[in-house]
């Protein structure tokens, strides 16, 4: 199928319109740039100027659609022009096409068509006054400045300035879309990160009272629920104490309040502790050092998440919790007991090891969870350096 021809716009239509209906008034009343008598009139007819009028008018509407089929056409007939008394209108009109042909044409029309009318320019002055031999020959070349070189400077001008307002436009664009990527970004990582702290700090207490209040309603000993009730409580009251310090970091926005503490390995034995208050027989090997801040709290969470899910799945048997730092690494080490086919002692969300893994990655460490033999083993491996994340 033919490819239809863009249609013209508006205010092309207008100067088009505009132009022909002046040139017609012009050429009505007389008024011609050239006498009769001029040596360059070849073509006497009355209504001469009229053909090439009609012809620049007619480019006009291809102005912005086809400018440089507008602009040769145009130059057509202002060549023709040139051996008739001429019209004002149509010298005008054609400075348009040249404006426009370098303003809406190619990049390639913008670059040649300024550099073409300059060697006119240069060309019509130059050669007529050396053959005459007579300065006033440069007055050819003046004119072909005004109606060539001119309008074609003054459309790369304002072809430029349009450019570089468009890429300026661009560049705020593509500023501002960076910026909204890095606001989602900045809170899906928040989100993230508030949903990795909400598990690991309420999971291992709430964990504990599923299993002891299990037991307490199971068993008709009193005091074995004394007891199961006593941990329940105390797991309770740790668990609404540490829900109550993120809850009010979440509404403090002022920023004026000091940040709670967050959980250090040194709390690791009270951790345990409490792990073996809900029934693990837990050993802890922890030889380590200064840590910085962000692994110390990873290597605690990933702890506190293992003890958890030892409390729910583990089998009878000891579970073992290593830490060892070494190479500019804290390696991590938590193992407890594993038998295929044995069911969760408490409902689980199943995102405790994508927690764990998250906190190692975000680090540039590693981790490793899964059954070996009749052991359940979980290894981290967390730099002590900052590193590049996985």
């Not at 005008?92 to 190619?106: E, F, I, W």
């Not at 060309?123 to 400045?145: F, K, N, S, T």
């Not at 007991?337 to 680090?363: F, H, I, K, V």
Request: hydrophobic share 45%.
């Amino acid at each position: 199928m033919p490819l239809a021809l863009p249609r013209p716009h508006r205010d092309d239509l207008r100067i088009a319109v505009a132009g022909l209906l002046g040139g017609v008034l012009l050429w009505a009343l007389g008024i011609h740039p050239r006498l009769a008598s001029d040596s360059l009139v070849l073509w006497h007819a009355p209504w001469a100027p009229l053909v090439p009028l009609a012809v620049t008018a007619a480019c006009e509407p291809l102005r912005r659609v086809r400018p440089r089929l507008g602009l040769l056409a145009g130059t057509g007939a202002l060549v023709l022009d040139t051996v008739t008394l001429g019209s004002i209108v149509t010298i005008v009109l054609y400075t348009d096409l040249v404006y426009a042909a370098v303003l809406y044409g190619t990049p390639a029309s913008a670059r040649r068509i300024p550099w073409i009318t300059g060697m006119l320019t240069v060309v019509g002055g130059i050669v007529p006054a050396a053959l005459w031999r007579d300065p006033q020959g440069l007055l050819i070349g003046v004119g072909v400045g005004v109606v060539a070189l001119a309008p074609a400077a003054t459309g790369a001008l304002v072809r430029n300035h349009r450019d570089a307002a468009e890429a300026a436009r661009l560049r705020a664009e593509q500023t501002a879309l960076l910026a909204e990527m890095d606001r989602t970004q900045a809170v899906t990582a928040e989100r993230a990160r508030m949903a990795r702290e909400l598990h690991d700090m309420v999971a291992n207490h709430l964990s504990a009272i599923a299993i002891h209040s299990t037991a307490a309603l199971s068993l008709d000993d009193p005091k074995t629920s004394r007891e199961a009730l006593a941990v329940i409580r105390e797991n309770s009251v740790a668990g609404l104490a540490e829900m109550r310090r993120l809850i009010g970091i979440l509404r403090d926005s002022s920023g004026d309040r000091e940040p709670a503490a967050s959980p250090t390995l040194d709390g690791l034995g009270a951790l345990v502790d409490r792990a073996r208050a809900g029934g693990l027989d837990v050993t802890l090997d922890a030889g380590h050092g200064k840590v910085p801040a962000p692994v110390e709290l990873a290597a605690y969470r990933i702890v506190q998440e293992s003890l958890t899910n030892a409390l729910k799945h583990a089998a009878q048997g000891r579970v073992r919790v290593s830490l060892r730092q070494r190479d500019g690494r804290l390696d991590i080490r938590v193992t407890s007991p594993y038998r295929p086919g044995d069911g969760p002692r408490a409902p689980g969300s199943g995102s405790g090891l994508t927690g764990m893994r998250e906190r190692a990655a975000l680090l540039g460490g590693t981790f490793e969870a899964g059954p070996r033999g009749a052991l359940w083993a979980v290894r981290a491996t967390l730099p002590l350096t900052e590193g590049d994340p996985a």
